[in-house]
Antibody, heavy 119, light 111 residues
Framework: QVHLQESGPGLVRPSETLSLTCTVS????????WSWIRQSPGKGLEWIGY???????NYNPTLKSRVTISVDASETQFSLQLSSATAADTAIYYC?????????????WGQGVLVSVSS | QPVLTQPPSVSATPGQKVTIPCSGG????????VSWYQRLPGTAPRLLIY???RRPTGIPDRFSGSKSGTSATLDITGLQTGDEADYYC????????????FGGGTKLTVL
């Protein structure tokens, strides 16, 4: 069974970079799209972006200028960096495994980590 | 505003059937497959339906999905109190400035 676990600071100062890591266990990182998704208080799910195991990435256009998703050389972790954080970036951040077959969907998710952006 | 439209809440009693709609447009639901996710309180989202109507291993057949035109539907039959959760639809949006999109979520209350 694939397991994903997010980790990173729960508090980020405004204008700083929000950085999170997702550790993948129980399965290969190959052939999937490793994704970040968030949910701000009182709002729905928002896709942030994904990275394919080969290194190509695709980001939500509304966040693209501030987002970088990368895969660790060990290929057991992937990371999210969101620069110039503001209070609007306060959210629960989930990492998820993306599948693109006929459709696009996320079959395994992490538990989520709450990140607050505040001074 | 979410790209896909869902009612904020629905309710039903145990044993009944509930339908959760998801409305979109030609660039998303109209031209791509839909997936559905369940988020129980305090837990990670779980994939319920993918490719419009397919269930992952372990998902009961009480959950079913369908799509017609630019709308999709999640049906839950034989409602149980444990089904009380938030439900989200999702798909890919093929327009120039989009990507993966979700609905705003529907809170299911089992009375």
């Amino acid at each position: 069974q694939v397991h994903l676990q997010e980790s990173g600071p729960g508090l980020v100062r405004p204008s700083e970079t929000l950085s999170l890591t997702c550790t993948v266990s129980g399965g290969s990182i190959s052939n999937y799209y490793w994704s970040w998704i968030r949910q701000s208080p009182g709002k729905g799910l928002e896709w942030i972006g994904y990275i394919y195991y080969g290194g190509s990435a695709n980001y939500n256009p509304t966040l693209k200028s501030r987002v970088t998703i990368s895969v660790d050389a060990s290929e057991t972790q992937f990371s999210l960096q969101l620069s110039s954080a503001t209070a609007a970036d306060t959210a629960i951040y989930y990492c998820a495994r993306g599948v693109i077959s006929r459709g696009h969907y996320f079959d395994f998710w992490g538990q989520g980590v709450l990140v607050s952006v505040s001074s | 505003q979410p790209v896909l439209t869902q009612p904020p809440s629905v309710s039903a009693t145990p044993g009944q059937k509930v339908t959760i709609p998801c409305s979109g447009g030609s660039s998303n639901i109209g031209s791509n497959y839909v997936s559905w996710y369940q988020r129980l309180p305090g837990t990670a989202p779980r994939l319920l339906i993918y490719d419009n109507n397919r269930r992952p291993t372990g998902i009961p057949d009480r959950f079913s999905g369908s799509k017609s035109g630019t709308s999709a539907t999640l049906d839950i039959t034989g409602l149980q109190t444990g089904d009380e959760a938030d439900y989200y639809c999702g798909t890919w949006d093929s327009s120039l400035n989009s990507g993966r999109v979700f609905g705003g979520g529907t809170k299911l209350t089992v009375l």
